[in-house]
């Protein structure tokens, strides 16, 4: 049996065979190394590709090339830096015309408030030319003075004077006329009592120490005097001998207070008790004066009403001081034997911006001078009045009822003619200071200090002592004689 294709043709199909087998391995082994040299590549690649990194900043617009620095000499450095700052100041510079667009509203506001206050200047100063403000005699004001804050309480015009006191330095003024008193002393117009921290209270906080308290002060004192300086040691212990034997020594003995309002009288007692020492206990905490008035159940002058404390060295009076003013009181002594004379006057009389709350102050000064020991006892005052410009005195003439109404005083009177008149009428006052102190109050404020002459003593004697204690007076303005000092009253023609 011939088989199915021929020899020749069997042949053919095994070559062909063959070939295509040697073809498709040779296409597996191309397709292999294929394969693997895109692996080889796509590794090689991957090394050199750069691992990634944040995004460059961008740089900003305009972007300017850095310039190659150039290393300059001081002397050119120095030179490019003028010509840096000269091309500066021209690009600084500008016309007018561009100022005035630009600036254009500040500029037109600016002149706006010029213009209104010129116009606010002219008006006022023409209108206090043409119509000047009133001003009225002592005595003789629209309205009687009272002293009492009519809008205010008690309370709110305390407070209202503590900012401003301090700010025009008065509570410095009222410290150097507190410092001053000694001996039986009387305060009139006390009103809140803004005086009593000032005071010195040392013979009065005797007066409270028990027996051991007082052993321990002598003992201490015995101390003192035993020191390396023997003089301030005897000084002491001569000041506390003599506070206990019942002489000043410097301190307060009695204090006495008149005013005629009852609500200042309780914020005065509330004072005392927080100021006079061993006074917590005697004191409440919120005082009436009109509840303890009725306890003590007394009138001491006529119309009046007294609270007194540790055997009448501490009284309060509520009274009208224009009216009588009481007697110093008696003090009680340790034994019989010591009892001194009944004092019949005060040692110092003080005031505080009182003359200017009465309807006759030169009558008050008067009735104060014949309260006071004559020779050694000293009035002192603090008030406000009219100043030595006439611009601020138009200003206090122009506000004058306005503030009347409000603290219930006239504040545009004249202390010094009032001061001079009281001594031309009262024998035997004299001033022994008036003076007008720092310029923060433009000049209204003015410190007197008075005393009454001596009888028994010689014109001569008196007028040595009254040089030296003028000498003794320290201060700017005993250093540096001002317009602000003293004026008498030839120079003054208002006093005639």
């Not at 006022?124 to 009519?150: D, F, H, I, K, N």
């Not at 007294?306 to 009181?329: E, G, H, K, T, W």
Request: a positive charge; glycine letters at 8%.
């Amino acid at each position: 049996m011939q088989p199915l294709y021929g020899f020749t043709s069997c042949t053919v199909a095994t070559a062909l065979t063959r070939g295509l087998r040697v073809s498709r391995s040779t296409c597996c082994v191309r397709s292999k190394h294929h394969g693997l040299i895109l692996l080889i590549m796509r590794r090689h690649a991957s090394s050199k590709a750069p691992t990634p990194s944040k995004k460059p900043a961008p740089k900003p617009l305009p972007y300017q090339p850095a310039q190659p620095r150039t290393q300059l000499n001081p002397r050119n450095q120095k030179q490019q830096q003028q010509h840096n700052q000269k091309n500066q100041q021209e690009s600084n510079k500008s016309t007018i015309s561009d100022l005035v667009r630009q600036r254009w509203f500040a500029i037109f506001g600016f002149g706006s408030a010029l213009a209104c206050l010129g116009y606010f200047t002219a008006s006022l100063t023409m209108y206090w030319r043409s119509e000047p403000a009133p001003r009225y005699q002592v005595g003789c004001e629209p309205e009687t003075p009272t002293g009492r804050p009519t809008i205010q309480s008690p309370y709110e015009f305390d407070l209202h004077l503590d900012k401003s006191e301090w700010r025009y330095g008065i509570t410095k003024l009222r410290r150097e006329i507190g410092a001053g008193a000694r001996g039986h002393v009387l305060e009139v117009a006390i009103g809140t009592g803004r005086n009593l921290e000032f005071y010195p209270w040392d013979a009065v906080a005797e007066s409270l120490m028990t027996p051991k308290e007082r052993a321990k002060a002598e003992a201490k004192a015995k101390t003192k005097s035993s020191s390396w300086f023997p003089s301030w040691g005897a000084r002491d212990n001569k000041k506390g001998s003599s506070a206990s034997q019942g002489d000043d020594g410097g301190s307060v003995l009695s204090f006495t207070g008149i005013d005629i309002s009852p609500g200042m009288l309780d914020i005065a007692l509330l004072r005392v008790r927080q100021v006079v020492p061993h006074m917590a206990d005697k004191i409440p905490k919120k005082p009436s004066f009109a509840m303890l008035a009725a306890k003590d159940g007394g009138s001491a002058i006529p119309q009046g009403h007294v609270v007194s404390f540790l055997s009448d060295r501490i009284r309060l009076f509520q009274s009208d001081a224009q009216a009588a003013l009481p007697a110093p009181p008696t003090l009680p002594s340790p034994s019989p034997s010591d009892a001194g004379p009944t004092p019949q006057k005060y040692d110092t009389i003080l005031q505080s911006f009182g003359l200017c709350s009465v309807q006759d102050p030169v009558s008050l000064l008067s009735l104060m001078a014949s309260s006071l020991q004559p020779g050694t006892g000293r009035i002192l005052l603090l008030e406000h009045g009219r100043s030595i410009w006439d611009i601020v005195n138009g200003l206090l003439d122009r506000s004058a009822r306005a503030h009347h109404e409000r603290f219930g005083c006239w504040w545009n009177r004249d202390i010094e003619v009032i001061v001079h008149e009281a001594a031309r009428r009262v024998p035997g006052l004299e001033i022994l200071r008036l003076e007008r102190p720092g310029w923060s109050t433009a000049g209204t404020h003015v410190v007197v200090e008075l005393r009454v002459a001596d009888e028994n003593v010689n014109e001569d004697e008196a007028k040595a002592k009254l040089r030296a204690e003028q000498q003794k007076a320290t201060g700017w303005a005993s250093v540096l004689p001002s317009i602000l000092s003293k004026r008498t009253t030839d120079d003054d023609p208002k006093k005639s």
